[in-house]
């Protein structure tokens, strides 16, 4: 059979199971109306207010036999809860070190692509080790700065000396800024 004629008649055989099964809407059936509900908030709020703790305002709290909500329970001056090791991540990802780091790192990364896309894969490979190291420091909120700004240094003065630093030369200006930047960096502010 005809690939179009069976998909015809299967569309036909659709359309008849579906008229036959689902009833037309004009069916005379009466819906009766709702009524409408008055809802008196402010005697429920006074309500609570005298110290009726059976009566809420909010649908989604549970008010206490003493009148405290279990949820919510801090008050809207309060910060809310944080669990102490979200706040330590949190800490961590935010410390100016990590930051500068999450900067520095697709800089070096163009750089090595750029290399890459060169043909010189010796330097491109420099690149990678300094990225290496950067990846360090986002595990550290206060890491040892001399020792970065030597390893980048040293592969900066590396790959200017290379044949391919006029290729480059726009993000070796880049990864010089950056450089400064670091050793300008303030300390990391904790809340221990």
Do not use: C
């Amino acid at each position: 059979m005809n690939r179009t004629l069976t998909f015809g008649i299967a569309v036909a055989v659709a359309i008849g199971a579906a008229v036959a099964l689902f009833p037309s809407g004009d069916l005379d059936i009466d819906v009766p109306e709702a009524e409408p509900v008055e809802r008196n908030t402010q005697a429920r709020i006074e309500h609570v207010d005298d110290g009726d703790a059976s009566a809420s305002n909010s649908t989604n709290s549970k008010v206490e036999d003493d009148g405290t909500s279990r949820e919510g329970s801090a008050s809207e001056d309060e910060a809310p809860y944080i669990h102490p090791a979200a706040a330590a991540a949190n800490a961590r990802r935010h410390a100016p070190y990590p930051q500068w780091s999450n900067k520095a790192r697709p800089a070096w990364k163009a750089i090595d692509y750029r290399l890459r896309q060169l043909g010189d894969d010796e330097n491109a490979a420099i690149a990678i080790e300094v990225v290496d190291a950067l990846m360090a420091v986002n595990r550290e909120v206060e890491p040892d700065v001399e020792p970065l700004v030597k390893v980048q240094s040293a592969a900066l003065s590396k790959l200017k000396g290379s044949p391919n630093a006029d290729e480059i030369d726009a993000l070796l200006v880049r990864v010089e800024g950056l450089i400064e930047e670091l050793q300008t960096l303030p300390p990391a502010e904790l809340d221990e």
